[in-house]
């Protein structure tokens, strides 16, 4: 007996597609995986407390991100940290993570650079609580939201009456919202 030959399957080739550009409209969704991303709005119009500078604060970007969580909480912090009246005050309030990947921060005061490690996380509620601990710490308010604020019109009114009035807007949904249900 002799061994038959094998002969590769015929089959109609493959188109050469070598000359036309990948890119994200021409490579399908199942090959690029998604990744959790989160975006952290800045209040630029928020009651500030003793640690921030307002001039700083109005300087910064609207939000933070789309990035992942841990970057986005990154950026948010080191922006805390960069719009402080003092940074050594700042940077003595922010909880350090231990374990983990880490990102880190950094703060300049005495002389010297600080640095600071944070876990990095991949959780969207871990980044608004630690901002929400963070901003209490600080003794600001309302400074950090995954939603979009709205900007008061500076010529109409001030930032007290505007956040008077949306804390008003605020009740008035919760309580139509019981209403509804």
């Known amino acids: 007996m002799t061994p038959l030959a094998i002969s590769p399957p015929r089959s109609t080739p493959e188109p050469d597609i070598s000359s036309i550009p990948q890119d994200a409209a021409t490579i399908p969704n199942s090959a690029t995986p998604q990744a959790l991303t989160v975006c952290i709005y800045v209040n630029k ?8 500078d307002r001039k700083k604060v109005q300087q910064l970007p609207e939000h933070f991100g789309p990035e992942r969580p841990s970057a986005a909480l990154q950026q948010a912090v080191q922006a805390c940290i960069d719009c402080a009246l003092q940074q050594k005050a700042v940077f003595s309030l922010i909880k350090q993570g231990y374990g983990g990947e880490m990102v880190s921060v950094t703060a300049s005061f005495e002389g010297k650079q600080h640095l ?10 871990y980044v608004l609580r630690f901002l929400k601990k963070l901003c209490r710490s600080l003794l600001c308010d309302n400074l950090f939201s995954n939603q979009p604020f709205q900007q008061y019109n500076a010529v109409s009114e001030s930032p007290e009456v505007y956040e008077n009035r949306q804390m008003e807007a605020g009740k008035l949904l919760v309580w139509l919202g019981l209403q509804i249900y």
């Open 45 to 52: 119009q928020a009651n500030l407390g003793p640690y921030l």
């Open 116 to 125: 600071l490690s944070l876990l990095v996380v991949n959780s969207i509620g």
